[in-house]
């Protein structure tokens, strides 16, 4: 059982990465191109981004309200570019409430406009997960590492093979960790039922 969910989540939301436009050369001054979102094989939305110039883009889009209501929105929004460690820049939105710098922007249905997930009070489903779920996620995790497809607790620790592409003090490692993970999992279930942990 997990915790009562405190927020929106980001899953849950159109938005803008600017990674992704960088790859498309949509940040190319002078460029206009057009960002689109399917649901299936049906167009359910799009966006026209207007490239000023290094620094600034235009969004021109329409905004569709749940009462059917339409606001024809035109904005601009900031762009910095920060060095990277092996070269090159990499691009980030400021955001246009806040100005901080943002790697995408969600699209809000109550105002029309983009913003960063600071502002819009989103965050991701997995920052809403019990810690027992989380852990459960990472020994999971590790068993795929060790190539194994029973689940939690299978098969047992002890009948564990090492992976022939894994080097032997790195397996023995992932088995110190993963046997972490689990008793942990058992003591967060345990707690949960209000069972005395093993």
């Given at each position: 059982m997990g915790?009562?969910?405190?927020?929106?989540t980001l899953e849950h939301y159109r938005d803008l990465p600017i990674g992704v436009?960088?790859?498309?050369?949509?940040?190319?001054?002078?460029?206009?191109?057009?960002?689109?979102?399917?649901?299936?094989?049906?167009?359910?939305a799009s966006i026209g981004i207007f490239s000023v110039s290094r620094e600034?883009?235009?969004?021109?889009?329409?905004?569709?309200?749940?009462?059917?209501e339409s606001i024809q929105q035109d904005y601009s929004v900031p762009i910095t570019?920060?060095?990277?460690?092996?070269?090159?820049?990499?691009?980030?939105?400021?955001?246009?409430?806040?100005c901080?710098?943002?790697?995408?922007?969600?699209?809000l249905p109550t105002t029309g406009r983009f913003t960063c997930r600071l502002c819009a009070g989103l965050n991701y489903a997995s920052q809403q997960q019990s810690r027992a779920n989380t852990l459960i996620d990472r020994a999971h995790k590790l068993r795929t590492l060790l190539g194994c497809s029973g689940g939690l607790f299978r098969p047992p620790l002890h009948e564990l093979d090492k992976p022939r592409h894994m080097r032997c003090p790195t397996f023995w490692e992932t088995l110190h960790q993963l046997n972490n993970l689990e008793?942990?999992?058992?003591?967060?279930?345990?707690?949960?039922?209000?069972?005395?942990?093993?």
């Open positions: 915790r009562r969910k405190e927020k929106n436009l960088n790859r498309a050369g949509a940040l190319t001054a002078g460029r206009s191109s057009v960002q689109t979102w399917w649901r299936g094989r049906k167009l359910v600034l883009v235009r969004l021109n889009y329409q905004s569709q309200y749940r009462n059917g570019w920060t060095p990277c460690h092996m070269g090159g820049e990499r691009p980030w939105f400021s955001c246009p409430d806040c901080r710098r943002a790697g995408s922007l969600y699209l008793q942990q999992v058992v003591a967060e279930l345990s707690a949960g039922l209000n069972l005395p942990s093993l």
